[in-house]
């Protein structure tokens, strides 16, 4: 339960950052290569959502039902103690 709950965490991450990280991107080639990447987080993401809270994919959604998106500092602060 605690791996399948800091892998659900760590993805939820991971696509966050990506989603906080995008308007800093300049080069058009770069943003669409982390769109690709941050897809299939994404994905991942809601498997490992599904696999631990059966029939919820995701949840993670905001108002807007777009995923969450985190500054790099948040996602620091949160993925620090497991550095």
């Given amino acids: 339960s605690s791996i399948i709950d800091t892998a659900m965490a760590f993805e939820d991450l ?3 950052a990506y ?3 995008g308007k800093f991107l300049k080069n058009p080639d ?3 290569l ?3 990447i941050v897809s ?3 994905r991942h993401a809601a498997y490992i959502r599904d696999l631990h809270i ?3 994919f995701s949840n993670t959604a905001d108002l807007n039902g777009l ?3 985190k500054s790099p500092g948040e996602v ?3 993925a620090n103690p497991f550095i």
């Fill in 14 to 16: 991971g696509v966050a």
């Fill in 40 to 42: 299939v987080e994404a």
């Fill in 76 to 78: 620091l602060s949160i």
């Fill in 19 to 21: 989603n906080g990280a």
């Fill in 67 to 69: 995923d969450l998106a």
């Fill in 34 to 36: 982390a769109g690709k």
């Fill in 30 to 32: 770069y943003l669409v």
């Fill in 54 to 56: 059966k029939n919820n």
